[in-house]
């Protein structure tokens, strides 16, 4: 499975951009997708994560009623809304993918790992 992750840049605060993870390979074995992020300086983080096929959705807080999760199977694509973007938003991005049949927020649980793209929240 590999990962290509894109859509990042530089935004004020209070814009919004939408990130993509174009999955390619044994999709098949893909159970969950997540984005994670990572800070200068922090540990990388779980921002959220979808049920590739049922397409359940899970949150950390700091995200609720701002970012949205989403996919386009027959596009091999996940995607990560993200609105009214606050300064604190300011990482690398990462997207995941975990063949586990229950979902985790717990980053060493994903299996495949996508490169990551900056996004930068000017105030």
């Known amino acids: 499975v590999q990962l290509q992750a894109s859509g990042g840049g530089l935004v004020q605060a209070g814009g919004s951009l939408r990130l993509s993870c174009a999955v390619s390979?044994?999709?098949?074995?893909?159970?969950?997708m997540g984005w994670f992020r990572q800070a200068p300086g922090n540990e990388r983080e779980f921002v959220a994560v979808?049920?590739?096929?049922?397409?359940?959705?899970y949150y950390t807080d700091s995200v609720k009623g701002r970012f949205t999760i989403s996919r386009d199977n027959a596009k091999n694509t996940v995607y990560l809304q993200m609105n009214s973007l606050k300064s604190e938003d300011t990482a690398v991005y990462y997207c995941?993918?975990?063949?586990?049949?229950?979902?985790?927020?717990?980053?060493?649980?994903?299996?495949?790992w996508g490169q990551g793209t900056l996004v930068t929240v000017s105030s």
């Open positions: 995941a993918a975990d063949k586990s049949y229950y979902y985790t927020t717990r980053s060493w649980e994903y299996d495949y």
């Open positions: 390979g044994r999709t098949f074995s893909i159970n969950y």
């Open positions: 979808i049920n590739w096929k049922g397409g359940s959705t």
